[in-house]
């Protein structure tokens, strides 16, 4: 699968963001999404992960309350939805997929991830 995200951008801190990644092939469904973020001189980590049939949803604490991911199997696409943003969240901001028929959990660990965006950059203004 290849993905595409989208939707980064300059937004001022208290403003609302939200990223797409677009997926191609015809097995979305069978994804596990998430969202990764890479700031300056850091380390990349996780954000937010969506499994297959998008009803179990996880977050980092870091986003927890302020970011929402979601996803739209139909158009093969899953989106990052992020309110009240802060300065701290100006990162690059990677999609990732994991292909499993047999698992319909949700995955934290950037390792379990086989296949990753190129990212898009989101700058946060105070």
């Known amino acids: 699968v290849q993905l595409q995200a989208s939707g980064g951008g300059l937004v001022q801190a208290g403003g609302p963001l939200r990223l797409s990644c677009a997926a191609s092939?015809?097995?979305?469904?069978?994804?596990?999404m998430g969202w990764f973020r890479q700031a300056p001189g850091k380390e990349r980590g996780f954000v937010a992960s969506?499994?297959?049939?998008?009803?179990?949803?996880g977050y980092a604490d870091s986003v927890k309350g302020r970011f929402t991911i979601s996803r739209d199997n139909a158009k093969n696409t899953v989106y990052l939805q992020m309110n009240s943003l802060k300065p701290e969240d100006t990162a690059v901001y990677y999609c990732?997929?994991?292909?499993?028929?047999?698992?319909?959990?949700?995955?934290?660990?950037?390792?379990?991830?086989?296949?990753w965006g190129q990212g898009t950059l989101v700058t946060v203004s105070s």
């Open positions: 092939g015809r097995t979305f469904s069978q994804y596990t």
């Open positions: 990732a997929a994991d292909h499993n028929p047999f698992y319909s959990g949700i995955y934290y660990d950037s390792t379990q991830y086989e296949y």
């Open positions: 969506i499994n297959k049939s998008g009803g179990s949803t």
